[in-house]
């Protein structure tokens, strides 16, 4: 009877996770020579180094704005990429919720391979597992949100993607480019995914604006309310005014 008890207090004692939930960014860093945009200071705008780079190390970048900026997600680690595109990879935790992000900073020359396999991966292609602790993460096509971040190459190239005619799964996907609704509508069908948020003009694809859809994502809102809480978050760092935020930003097809 004791061997059953102590059994029986090993099973009850062992920790049980359940499916984390999971959001993987891809980031094309800000590239003044690699990439069609109005030009930024150099030291923000070299798409080989990502410490500086406007889009992640500088102030309102994705590092940056998620490790230093809110309380809300934790850096767990660096992790080493095997992809010579991916200049640095983190792993982030939500602080309350049981939820991962995985950012990676893709080289700003290689912005082409950075929107194809966000555009897989919105599809379930290219799934990427990482062991965190005793747990098995799924990033990539296995995400249950998808973000990209960066300058809308499509503007400046097309992708020829083999998309799955069938998903098991349909992926929420955030679009932080200008004109992203425009430009990356086509490809969106084609993956099967859901946009929950994506521009109708230029825009700066700053962090905050990120942080504030994922809070509304992580909440399980509604794609208007996420809309209305990226709109907020814009006109508050812009200072563009809040109508023009909220002509900026939109849900659906």
């Known amino acids: 009877m004791r061997i059953i008890g102590i059994l029986i207090f090993i099973l009850i004692s062992k920790p049980s996770f359940g499916q984390a939930k999971t959001i993987h960014v891809f980031v094309a860093l800000c590239d003044n020579i690699n990439q069609g945009i109005v030009p930024v200071p150099k030291s923000i705008g070299n798409g080989q180094d990502p410490k500086n780079n406007l889009y992640w190390g500088a102030g309102y970048g994705v590092k940056t704005f998620f490790k230093v900026k809110t309380r809300d997600w934790t850096l767990l680690r660096s992790i080493p990429s095997k992809d010579s595109n991916i200049l640095e990879r983190l792993l982030f935790k939500h602080a309350t919720k049981d939820i991962y992000l995985l950012a990676d900073a893709y080289d700003g020359a290689k912005i082409k391979t950075s929107i194809e396999d966000f555009l897989k991966s919105s599809n379930g292609q290219i799934p990427i597992q990482i062991k965190e602790k005793e747990r098995i993460l799924d990033f990539g096509g296995g995400s249950d949100l998808l973000a990209y971040v960066g300058h809308d190459g499509l503007m400046d190239f097309d992708v020829n993607i083999t998309y799955k005619e069938s998903v098991t799964k349909t992926r929420d996907v955030i679009i932080l480019a200008c004109y992203s609704k425009s430009y990356f509508s086509p490809e969106i069908k084609k993956a099967k995914a859901n946009p929950i ?30 809309d209305e809480r990226a709109a907020q978050s814009y006109h508050k760092y812009q200072k563009c005014g809040i109508r023009g935020a909220r002509n900026l930003f939109t849900t659906g097809f």
């Open 197 to 226: 948020l994506w521009t109708t003009h230029l825009m700066a694809p700053e962090a905050y604006t990120l942080k504030a859809a994922i809070d509304g994502w992580v909440r399980k809102e509604s794609g208007s309310q996420i």
